[in-house]
């Protein structure tokens, strides 16, 4: 296996709603103490005790300085978060396009930021980097489709966030009753869950009901069984890692 593909084994994009639990999906990252963590979203705390490196980002350029600190200092850093790439592409937005004077140039500047973080940076890492982002409900105004993508502005609308991730998952909350039908080895039903009658899982496959959505991943990643998993981020890494192992 060529050096590049295995700097991209371990890139994932987690989606969802406000509230589905992507946040929460990263409780249980092994060495939390080496990732860093960039939050995009006002200094919001996560929803769980962790030990985290914790950088806000209050100007999106740092997400590029961070990413030059840890290629620089790889022994330091064993994987990189970016919570929420929505709420940073908002904050480019409004704070290098919005106020330009160049708009047509600000707007290619756009572009060019998130394909810089994807197409150099997240490469030349060459370790786990996992990235949430909300997600919105459109209708395709050529197929009148439902689409239910990230929400990306520019010339970056095209193509889709979702275009630059091997593997993409949704965070929803499904009920038992559903769940049940597909007995996924890499779902876990507690009591707990079955009193509250949902669960918080990722959606890893499509289902005839979610055909909008820009769920994907390699084929044979996943099986049918395995269309939902649990709400788990280090379980999603260790099931990429195996795949690409064997």
Known sequence: MSEDIKQLDQLILIGGL?????????????????????????????????????????????????????????????????????????QFESQYVLTSANTMKAWADYNQFFKKIMQQ?????????????????????????????????????GTGVEAYFSTVVNAKKISIKELEKYNSDLLEIT???????????????????????????????FSREQTYMDNDAQKLLDHLNEFYSN
Request: proline residues 4%.
């Open 191 to 221: 009591d707990e869950d079955r009193e509250v009658g949902y669960k918080h899982v990722f959606q890893t496959r499509i289902t005839k009901n979610t055909i909008g959505e820009k769920i994907r991943s390699p084929m044979g990643m």
């Open 18 to 90: 406000s509230g589905a639990g992507k946040s929460a999906s990263l409780r249980n990252i092994k060495n939390q103490e080496k990732w860093i963590y960039m939050c995009t979203e006002a200094g919001k705390k996560l929803p769980f005790k962790n030990k985290f490196i914790v950088a806000n980002i209050t100007d999106p350029i740092d997400v590029i300085t961070y990413f030059d600190q840890c290629i620089a200092n790889p022994d330091d850093v064993e994987g990189i978060i970016i919570d929420t790439v929505s709420f940073l592409m908002d």
């Open 121 to 157: 940076k997240v490469v030349k890492f060459g370790k786990p980097v996992i990235i949430l982002t909300h997600i919105r409900e459109d209708i395709d105004e050529t197929t009148a489709d439902k689409v239910v993508a990230a929400p990306i502005k520019g010339a970056l609308r």
